[in-house]
């Protein structure tokens, strides 16, 4: 099983920076995607950005040039530098953990983290 833990969350004023770090451990399947989504109060949950174990990367289209999302060479942990942080980037964070069987197959796994709060004040 894996499991999920994040750090990096806190407050934080308008062009600021944030780092979230996300830690992968237990069973990882090589063919994997990790990501961060967020959701804002009263608001659905979205998708912020991804990175495939091929090093593929997919963001949303608000944090594009902002964010960047990167792993480590042993692809157990992600990143999300945000910088330029604005208000409408206040959220709760989530990591994302999807492994699969094969390339278009459906996950046979799915796991999340607990969440950070991120909060953008002006």
């Known amino acids: 099983q894996v499991q999920l833990v994040e750090s990096g969350g806190g407050l934080v004023q308008v062009g600021e920076s944030l780092r979230l770090s996300c830690a992968a451990s237990?069973?990882?399947?090589?063919?994997?995607?990790m990501g961060w989504y967020r959701q804002a109060p009263g608001k659905q949950r979205e998708l912020v950005a991804t990175?495939?174990?091929?090093?593929?990367?997919n963001y949303l289209d608000p944090v594009k040039g902002r964010f960047t999302i990167s792993r480590d060479s042993a692809g157990n942990i992600i990143y999300l530098q945000m910088n330029s942080l604005k208000p409408e980037d206040t959220a709760v964070y989530y990591c994302?953990?999807?492994?699969?069987?094969?390339?278009?197959?459906?996950?046979?796994?799915?796991?999340w983290g607990q969440g950070t709060q991120v909060t953008v004040s002006s």
């Open positions: 237990g069973s990882i399947f090589s063919i994997n995607t």
């Open positions: 990175i495939a174990s091929s090093g593929k990367t």
């Open positions: 994302n953990f999807r492994s699969f069987r094969f390339p278009g197959s459906l996950p046979t796994s799915d796991v």
